[in-house]
Structure formats: structure tokens, C-alpha cells
């Protein structure tokens, strides 16, 4: 059992949560990940590290409240007991000194690039931040963020607030040079941004978090096609070279149980209380 | 021994073999002859004394009986269930040669859920050590080992990645084979020896060997984390939807219990024609879930014929009579999907048998221009599973084969010193039993380990 210490609501359905989770706490690096179950009826969900803190023992990740068990997660108030958690999983990121690194953050995956950037920020990297949401109300750790980057971009896909998409990078990268590319958020957004910096050869690490069940390289169904061989997301990445991603195939793996998770969400709007957490 | 009927159990997920009533359990011990020499003591990998619990079974004694068995086995419900018996202490017996062996297996199976029924009693623990040993992974080798490093009073902590403790057991084996409440009986019995449980802790990741050595406290380890990275065909369009790998697909069923979604969270989807790759148990297990998850046909595709099949010839025939449809001497080439991304159909090549391989067994070989089309909507890939290669990455020093098992010798010992291993992370993918003995073995080694150095 691991209990949450702190609940704070970043965004409109955007959760931070601090669990009490000293081991896991004293062996998180950046670019890891955790996977919850809230009990005993419930799924496997990873969730990227968003910090940790070994002296107070604590864990911080960040969601949307989407599907059944965010939801549920959701509903959770400080003090309040989280049943399983397992991490931390998957590869560190590689962080030391690159030059200048050029950092895509999108949704709740604003929250890992924070202490992504930090790191590197502490390595001696130059860093240009971009972070988006789908509307202006959906951004979160904004003045954090623009506190640890040497510069700093918005982006909204209706516009609401800073640019207008990702089409602007376009320019940026094209009036500057960059010796690395690290992008987090949604696949289609990663898809974007690897478009837009393979034709100047950046290298481009890009961290996938695909349909997982154990995530310790048992099941095998977060598996992606990289450069034509067969990755396991969950032992091989969580980052891989984003120019050598088969995002199309990914996206396809992506949808495979939709329906079955809006089942599972409409379901218990029905049922209401979520309280048949265990 | 009854079972359910083949019409009714491939519609649920209760307990296929029903077990023996108590007069059918006497009347099978009483045929038991009591060999001055016993064969079949031979055959078990934990070497239960099994003439001496069949003749208390026999005499009514059941406490002392299933006390006789568990001298030996932590586990007897479940290697009453699914040892493959007739591999082993059946094979011995006696009177295997001139007729039917003694059904030594169903006669365990008997004793153990009869203490079930019952309550435990707890053994007698010897006195404390004060030495601490790190078991990893609650399977049958790891909890094997804990039962006996605990019992000879040792301080044991198993760490287990999993939310749920059992290994295979939970993830692997189906509940109509074995119910899931019967391996937490017997974890809970494990743990009343006094064995610490930590679950979701993948050492490797969450501590490393030298780690639990060094600044854990632990006197010695014991690695038992199993074969459990699944392999595939590496044919084009393996990445489809609707294609699983056998542990995925088990993993969703049995230890999510998705068969119960959305009452269970996990999903899963089974479409109408499912195809299963591989004639081991496991391609058994998956095929009989898949039927029972509402599939109208399901196949077995295998790339051999019948007689090289390595699955028990009990499960072979209990699929058989639920329904599945063995498509043998076949093996497909390409998966071809929808627009969806989901696969629709298997292209397969027809195959022969050749001279035999390196396992024994007459190699498969391609029929030219043989190739056919299944039309399928689930996939299945069960063709076997390598060693879990977290611990190997994460520990320097440890010796590996080049197949990433770890070397150990009979008695598990490794190339470092205090680090034992046993089971499928050592032999690869066998038996439930086979790592059980393993278990008990690296127990008794690591005891006298411990017991020298002073």
C-alpha cells in the first residue's frame, strides 16, 4: 500500500499526486516509470516519474483523468492509500552534456519534461523549451518551466495561448542549430516533431508509452517497430530514436481496446461512487 | 477422476478435473503395493515419500498424510494439479508396467485440498539463524526455497515483480486447471512460516543483486525469476492487432481476470476464428481460455505432427473434446490485416517432417508451394519463452549462457558467491515441478552455505 501524500489539480482533469514510496523513491531517474493498480479488480497502468525525492521518500506523478482508473485515481484524497505500485521501470534517460538541446513537452507529459530539463539544465545543456496542450486552460507548470529553460515557447492547437500548433518550430530550426531533440506528449505530437527535425538531422529521442500489461518484458504487447526490429516499450525503451519509430503502426496498437475502455468508462459513470475500487 | 463435461466447461473457467471423492481416494491408494523398493520416489523432483503418505491415506491417517507429503513439497495441491505425473513418479511405478500406474498425483491432490478444507496446521520452525535470505520471484522455485530456508530457520524476504505472488501459477496457468484461490492458499501457508512477501519489486530495477548483498542485509540470494520474455515467429505483420503473444494473452486472462471484464478492468478481445501457434501446454492453456471466451473455431497450428507435440497428453486430449481443431504440419509465413490494423488472415505453408534435429525431434521442413491462406481475427503465438533478462543485465559478474540462462550447478550455485539460481532461469522453459526441485535444492545448499560461514 502506498500512500498519497499530496493531490493537487494542475489543470481542468490533470492530477498531480505525491506517494509516499521511499525504495522507489531512492532508485527514480528521469525518463522512468511506474505502473499503479488500484486494486485488486483493477488494470496495470504506467505513469511517467514526474520527481522523486529521497529524502522525504516520495514519488510524484502527474494524469489525465480519462479512462476508468485515472478516474478512480482521481477521486483519491491525500492520505489515502494507493494499492500497488511497481518501479522504478524502463531505461533512465541518457543525460549529460549535449549542447544545445531542444525540448517538446505535450499534456500531462509537461510534468516529466520538467524534471527531464532540470537534469539537463544541471549537465550543462542549453535548453528550449516548447510545451503544449490542446486549449490554453490545459497548460500547467508553466513559470517552472520557463524558470529552468534558456528560452521558452507556447503552443496551443486552437491558439488560445503562444503559437498555433507546432508548425512554428519550423522557423526556429531553421534559423538555429540543435545537437539533440527530446519530445514527450502524445504520439501524434511526437510524429510532428520528428517530422519537422529530420531533415536537419537532429537527433530526436522520442518517449513512448504504449499499451502495457506487466511492464517488465513479459507480455510483449507494447511492442514497436524501431528501424524494421521489434522493440519491447517497456524494457528496450521507454525512448527510442524518434526518426526510426513506426508511428503509424503505433497509433494503430494504440486504438486496439478502445472500445473496450469506453465500455469500461461508461460503465462506471453508470455505477457511479467507484468506490468498487478493491 | 470426474471431470466436467466437455459441453459445459468450455463455457467457464471453473476446474475442469473435479478431484477424487474420499472412497475413490481409498480405493485408488489401496491398489498402492507398497514396494520394498520404491520406483516412484524416484521419479519426484522433491522426493515425497510417497508409499508412506499412500499408506496413511490409506489407513484413514489423512493429517499425517499430507504432513508426510509436506516433509517435502510446499505445494502439493498444486503439483497434485499440474505435475506432469505420468513424466515422472507415474512413469516408476510398478504397476505402470502391466496396467494402469497409481494415480500418485490425483492421491496428493486429495490429501491437499482435503487440509485446505480443513485449516492448516504450521510446522514446527527451527530456531533462528539470524541469517537473512533474499528470494526472487514468488514462483514454485522461489517459494520452494523460501518454505524450506524458513522452516530451517532462516529470516527469508521474497521479492516478487508482480502485484500478485505465484509466478507462472498466477499468470501463466488458467484457473481451469488450477484455481487461483488454491495457489493463494498455498502462498499464505508459505507465508505463515514466516516468510516476508514484497510485492512489485522488480530486482534489477528496484535493488540489484549486489545491492541486497551489500546494503540490503542479505546474507544470500536466491534467483528463481523464470522464463517469461516471449518469443515470436518474426514473420511480417506480427504487429497487427488481435495478435498476442501466449503470455499476454494469458497474462490478460489469468491474472487480470479479464474474462471477467468489465467487472475486472483489464480487457481482452477474442474474435471468431482464433488461430494458436505452438503444441506445448501453454498453446493448450490459451486455446481452451480462447473457447471459453467465446470464440466459435479455435486451431492449434503447429509446425509438427501430433507425436512431436510437447504438451501433456492429458491436455492435448482435454482440447481435443472441448473443441479445438489441431491444424498439424503447418506454420504460418504472414499475417494480413484490415484497415484497422487488425488481422484478418494467416497465410500458412505446409510442412514435412525431415531428419531429426538437435532436440530428437524430426525437423519441419517447408512444402514448396504449399502456401494456403486461414482466415483468422485472433492470433495466438505460444512457440516458447526465454529467460527474463533483467537480473543477468543488472549483475556484474554473474555468469550466462549464451541462451541467458544463468549458470548454476545442481545445487544452484552460481559464479558469485552467495547467489543461487534455479528453475526455467537456469534450465529454461520446464515444469512446474522440475523448479520446485530446483528450489529445494539451492535451500539446502544455501543453508549449509550459510551454516559454514560463521
Redo the contacts between chains.
Keep these: 500500500m502506498y500512500e498519497i501524500v499530496k493531490v493537487e489539480e494542475l489543470a481542468p482533469k490533470i492530477k498531480l499526486f505525491e506517494v509516499y514510496a521511499p525504495d522507489i523513491a531512492e532508485k527514480s531517474r528521469p525518463g522512468q516509470f511506474i505502473i499503479i493498480i488500484t486494486g485488486e479488480k483493477g488494470e496495470r497502468v504506467p505513469l511517467t516519474i514526474a520527481g522523486y525525492d529521497v529524502k522525504k521518500g516520495t514519488i510524484t506523478f502527474v494524469f489525465n483523468e480519462v479512462g476508468k482508473t485515472t478516474r478512480q485515481l482521481g477521486m483519491m484524497k491525500k492520505g489515502e492509500c494507493i494499492w500497488n505500485i511497481t518501479g522504478p521501470l524502463g531505461n533512465p534517460s541518457e543525460i549529460r552534456n549535449f549542447g544545445k538541446v531542444l525540448c517538446v513537452a505535450g499534456g500531462v507529459m509537461i510534468a516529466p519534461m520538467l524534471l527531464q530539463v532540470k537534469a539537463l539544465r544541471e549537465a550543462g545543456n542549453t535548453v528550449v523549451t516548447v510545451m503544449g496542450a490542446r486549449i490554453k486552460e490545459l497548460l500547467f507548470f508553466k513559470e517552472e518551466m520557463k524558470a529552468l529553460s534558456h528560452r521558452f515557447y507556447v503552443a496551443t492547437d486552437d491558439g488560445s495561448e503562444g503559437y498555433k500548433g507546432l508548425s512554428f518550430l519550423k522557423d526556429v530550426l531553421a534559423s538555429e542549430k540543435f545537437d539533440r531533440c527530446i519530445a514527450m506528449g502524445p504520439v501524434a505530437m511526437l510524429q510532428t516533431v520528428c517530422g519537422l527535425t529530420k531533415p536537419y538531422k537532429i537527433p530526436t529521442i522520442v518517449a513512448l508509452m504504449p499499451i502495457m500489461v506487466d511492464g517488465m518484458g513479459m507480455c510483449g504487447v507494447c511492442r514497436v517497430s524501431v528501424g524494421g526490429q521489434m522493440k519491447f516499450g517497456c524494457v528496450d525503451g521507454p525512448e527510442f530514436d524518434g526518426h526510426l519509430v513506426d508511428f503509424e503502426e503505433l497509433i494503430k496498437r494504440q486504438r486496439m481496446f478502445l472500445p473496450e475502455e469506453r465500455l469500461s468508462a461508461l460503465l462506471w459513470e453508470l455505477g457511479g461512487c467507484g468506490c468498487g475500487a478493491s | 477422476m470426474p471431470k466436467q463435461p466437455p459441453e459445459v466447461r468450455r463455457h467457464n473457467f471453473n476446474e475442469v478435473a473435479l478431484g477424487y471423492t474420499e472412497e475413490q481416494a481409498l480405493e485408488e491408494a489401496d491398489r498402492c503395493l507398497q514396494c520394498p523398493k520404491p520406483q516412484c520416489v524416484k521419479g519426484c523432483p522433491v522426493e515425497v515419500d510417497i508409499p508412506a503418505f499412500i499408506k496413511l491415506l490409506r489407513e484413514g491417517k489423512y493429517e499425517e498424510g499430507i504432513r508426510k507429503i509436506k516433509e517435502k513439497n510446499s505445494l502439493p495441491a498444486i503439483c497434485g494439479r499440474v505435475c506432469p505425473q505420468e513424466e515422472q513418479c507415474q512413469k516408476m511405478c510398478v504397476l505402470g508396467k502391466v496396467g494402469d500406474s497409481v494415480s500418485i498425483g490425483r492421491l496428493e491432490r486429495f490429501l491437499a485440498d482435503w487440509e485446505r478444507a480443513k485449516g492448516f496446521t504450521i510446522p514446527e520452525r527451527a530456531p533462528p539463524t539470524g541469517k537473512r535470505v533474499a528470494v526472487i520471484g514468488a514462483g514454485p522455485a522461489g517459494l520452494t526455497a523460501a518454505a524450506d530456508l524458513a522452516k530451517l530457520g532462516h529470516e527469508v524476504v521474497i521479492f516478487e515483480?508482480?502485484?500478485l505472488p505465484g509466478g507462472v501459477l498466477v499468470?501463466g496457468i488458467p484457473e481451469f486447471r488450477l484455481p487461483k484461490s488454491i495457489v493463494q492458499a498455498e502462498v499464505d501457508y508459505i507465508k505463515k512460516l514466516g516468510v516476508e512477501l514484497k510485492?512489485?519489486?522488480?530486482i534489477g530495477?528496484?535493488?540489484t543483486i549486489p545491492e541486497l548483498l551489500k546494503e540490503e542485509g542479505f546474507d544470500a540470494v536466491f534467483i528463481g525469476t523464470g522464463a517469461?520474455?516471449?518469443q515470436?515467429l518474426?514473420v511480417p505483420g506480427?504487429?497487427l492487432?488481435?495478435i498476442?503473444?501466449a503470455?499476454?494473452f494469458l497474462?490478460?486472462v489469468n491474472l487480470?481476470?479479464s474474462y471477467a471484464?468489465?467487472?475486472?478492468?483489464?480487457?481482452i478481445?477474442v474474435g471468431r476464428h482464433v488461430a494458436v501457434i505452438g503444441g506445448g501446454n501453454v498453446a493448450m492453456d490459451a486455446a481452451r481460455s480462447a473457447l471459453r471466451l467465446g470464440a466459435e473455431q479455435v486451431y492449434i497450428v503447429y509446425r509438427r505432427s501430433r507425436d512431436e507435440m510437447p504438451a501433456r497428453k492429458e491436455e492435448i486430449e482435454n482440447a481435443e473434446e472441448e473443441g479445438v481443431i489441431f491444424k498439424l504440419l503447418t506454420n504460418p509465413t504472414r499475417f494480413i490485416g484490415d484497415e484497422?490494423?487488425?488481422v484478418k488472415q494467416m497465410e500458412c505453408i505446409r510442412m514435412e517432417l525431415g531428419p531429426p534435429d538437435e532436440s530428437g525431434r524430426r525437423r519441419p521442413v517447408p512444402v514448396k508451394d504449399s502456401e494456403f491462406l486461414m482466415d483468422v481475427d485472433t492470433v495466438i503465438i505460444a512457440i516458447g519463452r526465454t529467460p527474463?533478462?533483467?537480473i543477468q543485465r543488472t549483475t556484474e559478474g554473474l555468469a550466462v549462457t549464451k541462451w541467458g540462462t544463468i549458470m548454476a550447478d545442481e545445487n544452484g550455485k552460481t559464479s558469485l558467491e552467495g547467489v543461487y539460481a534455479g528453475g526455467d532461469i537456469v534450465t529454461g522453459e520446464a515444469t512446474v515441478i522440475s523448479a520446485m526441485g530446483a528450489g529445494k535444492r539451492a535451500a539446502r545448499a544455501i543453508h549449509e552455505y550459510l551454516m559454514s560461514k560463521r
Design positions: 515483480a508482480l502485484h499468470y510485492l512489485g519489486y522488480l530495477r528496484t535493488y517469461g520474455l516471449p515470436f518474426g506480427e504487429n492487432g488481435g498476442y503473444s503470455n499476454e497474462i490478460r487480470m481476470k471484464f468489465p467487472e475486472y478492468d483489464t480487457p478481445r484497422k490494423g487488425w527474463n533478462p533483467i
